[in-house]
C-alpha cells in the first residue's frame, strides 16, 4: 500500500476504530481534591468514546481522594506528597496509552471532548498536541465565561491556522506564532502523544506554576498541533486554584524564563526572545511581591539581576532602599505610584487647559 493510500485508510476510520489503536489513557494528578474530584471522574466516565483507562495518581492527599478514584474506578497510585509534576508524570510513566489526556481535579469534560480529539488526530495523524477551548466555570459549575481561548487578552484570534475545516485548527507552525499571544492552552483540555511527552521529559519539577506552559512549549517545536475550536473543557476557578498564587505564578515564570534561556535550542525561538526581552520587569514585579513578604534578599538580588540586564535610576533606588528593611522599601513604592498618579494626573489636564 502507497503511502497515500495509508494516509486516506487511517482518514476513513471511525473513531471508535480509532480509539481502539490510539488508546487515550486519562491521567489525573490529585492533592486533597474530594470536593470536586467524583464531578470531574463523571465528566470522563461520560465520554462518548471511553478512555483505554483512567489513572488517578495521588499526591500525598490527607482527605478522601484515594477512595473516592478507587470507588470511581481508576486505577490509582498513591505517593509521598512530590508535586503536581511529579505526581503526572507517574502517571504518564504507568500509561499504556498511546495517548495521554490530562485532567486536573477540579475540572469537567463535556461528553464528546475526547471524541473530537480524536477525530482531530484521525485528520491530522502528525499531530502531537490536541486542545480544546474552555468555558469557565465556578464552583457550582455555573458558566461565567464561555471561552478561554477566544477572550481579548488571550491573543488567540490572531493566530494563523494552516486549515480551520469544521472547527479543527491545524497549526504546522504554532511555535513560531506562540509568542504574538496570551497563553491560552489548559492542561485538562490536552490529548498529547505519549511517546512526545517522554521525548520532551515530561513535567519538569524545577519549574512550579508554569510546568505546563514549558511542556507544551517543547511539544510545539516537535511538529504540528491542534485546536479544537469548541469550549469542550470546564474549567472551575475557584478559591484554592493555583492561578491566584500570584507570587508562585511570578516565580514559576522566572523558572520557565530560566531553562528557555540555559536551554533554548528545545523551545520555541521566538518565545525565547519574547522572554529574554521580559526578563528584566519580570525580576522587579517578582521583588516587589518578595519583598511584600519579607524576603529583602532575595528581592535585593533580583533588583541587582535587573539592574544589569538595563541599568535604571528607578530600579537603583529600589536597590537601595532595600538596605533598609521591608518598611522603607514600601514607603518608596508608595511614594513612587503616588508621583506617578500625580504626573499622570496633570499630564491628563494639560491639554484641557487653556
Known sequence: MSEAQTTETLKNRTA????????????????????????????????????????????????????????????????????????RNAGIIRANGTYVALMDQDDEWHPEKLERQIEAVRRFPDAVLVAT????????????SASFMHAPTRGFDALRPASTEDGFLYFPDLDAQIHETGWFILPSATLIRRDALLRVGMFSEAITLNEDVACFLKLMVQTSS??????????????????????????????????????????????????QAELGQLLVSLAREEARLGHMQTARMQLLEAYRLQPDIKVLMMILSSFAGRTA?????????????????????GPNQE
Request: glycine content about 8%.
Open 16 to 87: 471508535d476504530e480509532l480509539v481502539a489503536t490510539s488508546q487515550v489513557s486519562v491521567v489525573m494528578a490529585t492533592l486533597n481534591g474530594a470536593r470536586f474530584l467524583e464531578r470531574a471522574l463523571s465528566s470522563v466516565r461520560e465520554q462518548t468514546v471511553p478512555p483505554l483507562e483512567i489513572i488517578v495518581v495521588d499526591d500525598g492527599s490527607s482527605d478522601d481522594s484515594v477512595a473516592i478514584a478507587a470507588r470511581m474506578g481508576a486505577v490509582v497510585i498513591a505517593m509521598a506528597h512530590g508535586g503536581v509534576c511529579s505526581a
Open 133 to 144: 477551548d474552555a468555558e469557565l466555570i465556578d464552583d457550582r459549575g455555573t458558566v461565567t
Open 226 to 275: 491542534v485546536i479544537v475550536d469548541r469550549p469542550l473543557t470546564r474549567w472551575r476557578i475557584h478559591e484554592t486554584n493555583t492561578h491566584r498564587d500570584h507570587v508562585g505564578m511570578l516565580r514559576g515564570r522566572l523558572a520557565l524564563t530560566r531553562d528557555a534561556l540555559g536551554t533554548p535550542e528545545i523551545y520555541p525561538q521566538a518565545f525565547v526572545r519574547r522572554l
Open 329 to 349: 522599601f514600601e514607603l518608596l513604592a508608595k511614594l513612587r505610584r503616588t508621583v506617578g498618579s500625580t504626573i499622570a494626573s496633570a499630564g491628563g489636564a
